[in-house]
């Protein structure tokens, strides 16, 4: 049976739907009735409510070890899709936590049950960012004197439980994807967008990020299975654009004006002063910080490449993923 871990999140979810087509049996990690509930909607929503019986729902925390112990009952292949996304300065302790501690439980269960196959969703976040190279690809140095958000530290960390895993004789897949796009669960990064800009947001920031749908997160893992790519990792971004440019195509979607002005570092470094100086008085929760900043604000090329070149793998363009998700919006 498949362990799916983060059953309940945006990639989890359509991973599972995609398992259930291939109508493989399925053992999905959740935390609350309410996320589960979620997941069942987005199957009936895509007309597949029938593959909802392919799915053993196992109620479990990943940073608990013995229920995740439970939950790892008669597994032989796992798919690890659990961590606590978020940038915030705030979060910082809960980001940690669960990515890294959760991580080393599932690969010291990995190694502990003889796992045929750990399959590892990373993030662009875990890559090295070497100011002195033009694009980052899976081979770019981490610089552990370089400051990256806690969210960065802790997927760089997991993932070097994830390589252990690899030393210890489990077949590692790990992908690196970049802001995942898609739809049909809550607060994804498409929605989280969408919400800011209906809010009439007038700033973007003068940085880049690499975007790659979720479908081709899910298609990319069964490629990099079918081609047995194991003990290797690859960056799945299918193309780099400005904040700039994406917010402008949102806000057309959209029919909303887009943000016109872009905000630079040194005005992100003020706003950080002043989130400082009042969460001292706990009236407000930080997200700013100087990782953070440099991720806004930085022009940044990452190569997707890797899985195009080695596999026959190809990406869905992003201008065609934002043009079919706002005809579903009509
Ligand atoms: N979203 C992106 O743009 C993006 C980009 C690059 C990489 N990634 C990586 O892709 C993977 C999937 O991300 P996603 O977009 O699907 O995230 P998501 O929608 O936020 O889902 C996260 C999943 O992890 C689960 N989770 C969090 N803490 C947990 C814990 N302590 N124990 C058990 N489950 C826990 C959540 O459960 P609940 O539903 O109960 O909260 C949820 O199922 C993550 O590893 C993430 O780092 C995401």
């Given amino acids: 049976m498949i362990l799916v871990t983060g059953a309940t999140g945006l990639v989890g979810a359509h991973l599972c739907m995609a398992l259930a087509e291939k109508e493989e049996k399925i053992v999905a990690l959740y935390r609350t009735q309410k996320k589960r509930e979620c997941v069942e909607h987005l199957f009936l929503t895509n007309q597949k409510k029938a593959l909802l019986k ?13 229920e995740l112990t439970a939950a790892f009952a008669g597994i032989d292949n796992v798919y690890h899709c659990a961590a606590y996304v978020s940038f915030a300065h705030s979060k910082n302790d809960v980001v940690l936590t669960t990515n890294i501690q959760g991580t080393e439980n599932i690969v010291n269960l990995c190694i502990e049950k003889k796992i045929k196959q750990l399959s590892y969703v990373s993030s662009i976040a875990a890559l090295g960012q070497d100011p002195s190279v033009d694009e980052i690809t899976e081979e770019t140095q981490w610089l552990n004197e370089k400051e990256r958000t806690a969210y960065a530290y802790s997927k760089h960390e997991a993932e070097l439980h994830v390589w252990r895993a690899a030393q210890e004789g489990v077949p590692v897949i790990i992908v690196n994807p970049g802001v995942i796009l898609g739809t049909g669960m809550p607060h994804t990064p498409l929605d989280q967008m969408v919400e800011q800009l209906r809010k009439g947001r007038k700033f973007y920031p003068q940085g880049s990020t690499g975007y790659v749908c979720v479908e081709d997160v899910v298609r990319a893992l069964f490629q990099l299975e079918k081609d047995k790519k194991f003990n290797q ?38 706003l950080m002063g002043i989130e400082v100086f009042f969460s001292l008085f706990r009236t407000h929760k930080r997200f700013l910080s100087k990782a953070s900043i440099s991720m806004l604000g930085d022009y940044r090329k990452i190569n997707g490449s890797k899985i195009t070149t080695q596999t026959s793998f190809a ?6 993923y934002l043009d079919q998700w706002a005809s579903s919006l009509k």
């Avoid at 799915?55 to 940073?63: F, H, Y």
């Fill in 54 to 66: 392919n799915i053993e729902w196992r109620k479990g925390d990943i940073t608990h070890l013995p």
């Fill in 233 to 270: 990792r690859y960056i799945l971004v299918s193309e780099n654009w400005t904040y700039k440019a994406m917010m402008t195509q949102l806000s057309s979607h959209l029919n909303l004006v887009p943000p016109r002005r872009s905000i630079s570092k040194t005005v992100l470094y003020a």
């Fill in 315 to 320: 990406y869905t363009p992003v201008q065609l």
